[in-house]
């Protein structure tokens, strides 16, 4: 049941549930298994009691016969029957092979179903399994208009028969028949097959080629956007992808290289190289093409959100990764690995330091423990050796401050809730609201489940705003100095103290208020202003604030690693130009009176 706990704790909207509630959810499900072309739901029929995630494999949503959506793993389906009590509008049908989680109705299983906040799914809706952003939202087109003719071959052709026939078509790959064209019953074969099978040995070219090819091929839907599209080869690390007509038959193909730009070809490669990483050299290899694919993300029209969304979902592969490698993914080990701060929020700059920290189960012995250390010692070494720096301040995984039992995190929280004048009492609570856990979810949610259950006192709620208010942003400009609120005059500007970080602190004091500390800023400024913590405006000055900083923020970092420069979070003031200076000086100008009146009025606020 641990593999479904840590599946689902990292999927929304059960990512939100406290590790008791998500516990609970587990003992109650059922694996279900759908063979391609099944009809899971029936658009009409009566009222669903339960619902279905997808664990592998894919599903379509069906509207009177047309095809709508395309759900992977992670996507929750049926629940809108379920919440609502009505026949299932959809239909839903099992687009290949699948394996998806059957749960009876949440709500009457959990302690605090309110935190299950569910979502519809729609038109073409492109979900990115990669970087959980969009990040390729923007990426315009169908994928029709980029497939290729298709090469086909029969199942008993020889393997050096198609081999030619591809090679004089052009291609890199052909379909295989096995039963019939619109059947589903046909595979694929790829360039990467003959290199893997027949350069090796392990297929002579008088094979058959129904050895070496690949059943069922990966699909997708003629309507699909090339942005979908690409987000489904990113998930399943495919490099080829089938496009099926309205009639569900093969009608072309789609490669990975015939995408234009390298904003998108990049980061499948750079997660096909982690993940096919056998050794830790290998994962060094792969990790030198990170900074490279950030340069060039830069320079196509992805925003900084969406580059700093998809480099904290590398970084988290490449720290599995390394877990696997450590042998701190076994049986005997049971540890949870967490990534703290920025990386936690999926708001790190390039230059970033990869904080940590680590939750191990209560009956761990004090030899395991420090065997448990030694080997998370080395994890982060081989982390740094791949370009990744570890805390520079200390919050890392090996420190006893960041290294407990869930026992001991728990005692922790609930000493540092009920008295905030604890010594670092504060700077702890804040680290432990931006954590995220990698593995082991259930274990990893201790940190922030006594957070989310106990009580916070109104002494603990003022003495964090103060923390979180205490750093201002620059007052403005004046010629070539920056002001700051107590009107002394520096060299240079700080941005990310100055323009991040009190964004970012007035997120985390929602999340303290709410506690709901999923997501990164923008998100927690949105709940606050549902919360009504926060009003519209001030909601929207925040985030437009928070987005310009970071903009500038990261395009410099990207410009700096393109010259061959070390990122810096300082800027001088000669070197923005007249509106930049103009739309920045407001803007922390707006934040600073943001902050001075939710310090004056807070408690009204929370009708305290």
């Not at 592998?56 to 009590?85: C, K, M, N, W, Y």
């Not at 690949?214 to 992808?241: C, K, N, W, Y």
């Not at 010259?563 to 300082?570: M, R």
Request: charged share 25%.
């Amino acid at each position: 049941m641990k593999e479904y706990a840590d599946f689902l704790g990292t999927q929304s909207p059960y990512d939100a549930l406290t590790a008791d509630d998500l516990g609970r959810l587990v003992e109650h499900l059922q694996v279900e298994y759908f063979a391609a072309g099944s009809l899971i739901v029936r658009a009409d029929e009566p009222a669903l009691d339960h619902m279905w995630v997808v664990r592998t494999g894919a599903v379509e949503v069906v509207d009177r016969g047309r095809v709508v959506d395309q759900l992977g793993p992670g996507d929750t389906f049926g629940h809108i029957s379920v919440l609502t009590g009505l026949p299932p509008a959809l239909s839903v049908r099992a687009l290949e092979d699948s394996l998806c989680l059957l749960l009876p109705d949440p709500r009457h299983l959990v302690h605090d179903p309110d935190r299950l906040r569910f979502s519809h799914f729609g038109t073409m809706i492109s979900r990115q399994r990669l970087t959980g952003s969009g990040a390729l939202d923007e990426t315009p087109g169908s994928a029709r208009t980029l497939m290729r003719s298709l090469v086909w071959s029969e199942a008993n052709e020889t393997v050096a028969e198609v081999a030619r026939r591809i090679t004089n078509a052009g291609h890199s790959g052909a379909l295989v028949r096995g039963g019939g064209d619109a059947s589903g019953d046909w595979g694929i074969v790829t360039d990467a097959d003959f290199r893997r099978s027949v350069a090796t040995g392990e297929v002579a070219p008088h094979d058959p080629i129904h050895t070496m090819a690949t059943f069922p091929a990966l699909s997708v839907s003629e309507e699909f956007s090339q942005a979908a599209a690409f987000s489904r080869m990113i998930d399943r690390g495919v490099h080829h992808l089938v496009v099926l007509d309205r009639h569900g038959a093969p009608e072309g193909i789609l490669r990975a290289v015939d995408f234009a730009s390298t904003d998108i070809r990049n980061p499948l490669l750079v997660r096909s190289q982690i993940e096919s990483a056998t050794s830790i050299d290998e994962l060094r290899c792969a990790a030198k093409l990170v900074r490279p694919t950030l340069v060039e993300l830069g320079d196509s029209s992805m925003t900084a959100a969406q580059v700093a969304s998809l480099l904290a979902a590398i970084i988290d592969g490449l720290l599995r990764k390394l877990v696997t490698f450590h042998g701190l993914d076994d049986a005997t080990s049971q540890l949870s690995l967490i990534v703290l701060g920025s990386m936690a929020r999926r708001e790190p700059l390039p230059n970033s330091d990869v904080d940590t920290a680590l939750v191990w189960p209560d009956h761990v012995s004090d030899q395991q423990q420090k065997d448990l250390l030694e080997r998370v010692e080395a994890l982060l070494v081989d982390m740094e050796s791949c370009g990744f720096r570890r805390c520079s301040n200390g919050a890392n995984a090996v420190n006893p401050l960041f290294a407990r039992s869930a026992s001991s995190w728990a005692a922790a929280v609930t000493r540092w809730l009920e008295n905030p004048a604890v010594p670092q009492a504060l700077l702890l609570s804040s680290i432990v609201i931006d954590s995220r856990p990698l593995t082991e979810v259930a274990l990893g949610r201790t940190v922030t489940d006594t957070l989310q259950r106990r009580e916070r006192q109104v002494e603990f709620l003022a003495a964090f705003l103060r923390e979180a208010t205490a750093v201002k942003p620059p007052s403005g400009f004046v010629r070539d100095f920056v002001v700051d609120h107590r009107g002394h005059h520096r060299g240079q500007l700080d941005l990310k103290r100055g323009g991040l970080l009190p964004i970012a602190a007035l997120g985390r004091w929602v999340a303290v208020v709410t506690g709901d500390t999923r997501g990164g800023t923008v998100d927690r400024l949105r709940r606050g202003h549902a919360a009504g913590l926060l009003t519209r405006d001030e909601a929207d000055t925040l985030t437009a604030a928070f987005e310009q900083s970071y903009e500038l923020l990261m395009k410099r970092d990207l410009a700096a690693i393109a010259g061959g420069t070390n990122p810096s979070t300082y800027v001088d003031p000669r070197e923005l130009d007249t509106l930049t200076r103009r739309h920045l000086r407001e803007t922390f100008r707006a934040t600073a009176s943001i902050q001075d009146d939710i310090a004056n009025c807070w408690t009204t606020r929370l009708k305290l």
